[in-house]
């Protein structure tokens, strides 16, 4: 299923990013830009699990709840990780208006994944 994929895919680069932040940035990044850096992976962490978990979700009881959860935790780890790896690293602070969105799409994930979640208890 390509959600697994993609969830198992989203971990092995937040595993990455991790090390890479811990072991080669920490002597190039400011605190505060270690602390961003730092966030941005363990959001991309947790929500490649989510994401995971999504693609069970969605292989045991297939629904729309669960593959648009699936689809806005990825875009969240794009738009969220994404945008707090870029400003850690530099990118212009015009960047971070970015952030919030890609933090509710990630709610809205979770909201979608309770959807279905929900739809699947009301059909028993």
Not at 35 to 52: I, S
Not at 65 to 86: C, E, K, M, P, R
Not at 88 to 100: D, N
């Amino acid at each position: 299923m390509r959600l697994g994929m993609w969830g198992a895919l989203f971990g092995a680069v937040g595993v990455a990013a991790g090390a890479f932040g811990a072991h080669g940035l920490r002597d190039k990044l400011d605190p505060a830009s270690m602390a961003t850096f730092e966030t941005a992976a363990r959001y991309q962490l947790v929500h490649a699990l989510a994401l995971v978990v999504t693609a069970q979700r969605a292989a045991q009881h297939p629904g729309r709840a669960a593959s648009l959860a699936g689809g806005l935790f990825a875009a969240g780890i794009v738009l969220f990780s994404g945008s707090l790896y870029a400003l850690a690293l530099g990118a212009p602070r015009i960047v971070g208006l970015v952030t919030p969105f890609g933090g509710l799409v990630f709610i809205a994930g979770w909201v979608a994944l309770a959807v279905s979640y929900a739809g699947n208890e009301a059909t028993r």
